[in-house]
Nanobody, 122 residues
Framework: QVQLVESGGGLVQAGGSLRLSCAAS????????MGWFRQAPGKERDWVAT??????FYADSVKGRFTISRDNAENTVYLQMNSLKPEDTAVYYC?????????????????WGQGTQVTVFS
């Protein structure tokens, strides 16, 4: 069982930056594939980024602007978001599971955080 708690969301002007954090419970955090997803009002939950042993992977819409990373000693995964745009406005969720591939679909993940709101204004 894994519990995830996101933090770091907020209100930011376009072009600005935010860093989201997702703290995970459990002693086997390093073995989990971690993903970030986002959901805007009235839209489906979209994949943003994944980190796994083989590397990091990004949706085209955030590639070059967002960076996913993890600190296994702190049981935390991060999403550094730079050059933010109004279309990045959404509730951001982190997710975790083991043994999944490719980790780009919400249905692959068992464990989810409660979400953190990111609002980008122009």
């Amino acid at each position: 069982q894994v519990q995830l708690v996101e933090s770091g969301g907020g209100l930011v002007q376009a072009g600005g930056s935010l860093r989201l954090s997702c703290a995970a419970s459990g002693r086997t955090f390093s073995s989990y594939v971690m993903g970030w997803f986002r959901q805007a009002p009235g839209k489906e939950r979209d994949w943003v980024a994944t980190i796994r042993e083989s590397g990091t992977f990004y949706a085209d819409s955030v590639k070059g602007r967002f960076t996913i990373s993890r600190d296994n000693a702190e049981n935390t995964v991060y999403l550094q978001m730079n050059s933010l745009k109004p279309e990045d406005t959404a509730v951001y969720y982190c997710a975790a599971d083991r043994g999944i591939w490719p980790g780009r679909h919400s249905y692959e993940y068992t464990y989810w955080g409660q979400g953190t709101q990111v609002t980008v204004f122009s």
